[in-house]
């Protein structure tokens, strides 16, 4: 199943393990890792269950790798497209980027008020 869906991605995606903050529209956050990034979504790895369709927002740092300047942190707004679980481990869940903002770097905001 997911060779078949691979074939009809269009969006370069990063396969890296990423610290992501997820924050469901109706709960705490959640820390967990990503699987792998693209313009348009995201998969993650958590451990907490989420629904297919709810809202999501979640922060993560894009390193120079993807930005090719210095790392980025990004706050995005999304929902839930997928579910995927296996066994015990982990639950994984595709995100669809539906809007997202860069955050400020707090350093370099501060120090550049001279």
Known sequence: MFEEMSDQRTIRRFSMKLPVTVQPKNGD????????????????????????????????????????????????????VRIAKEGDGPIGIAAQIDSYKFVPDAARAEGSGS
């Open 29 to 80: 956050a959640i820390e967990a890792v990503t699987k792998d990034v693209s313009a348009r979504g995201v998969f993650i790895f958590l451990d907490s269950e989420l629904s297919e369709d709810s809202p999501l927002e979640f922060t993560l740092t894009l390193p120079p790798e993807i930005t090719m300047t210095r790392s980025v942190r990004v706050h995005c707004s999304g929902r839930v």
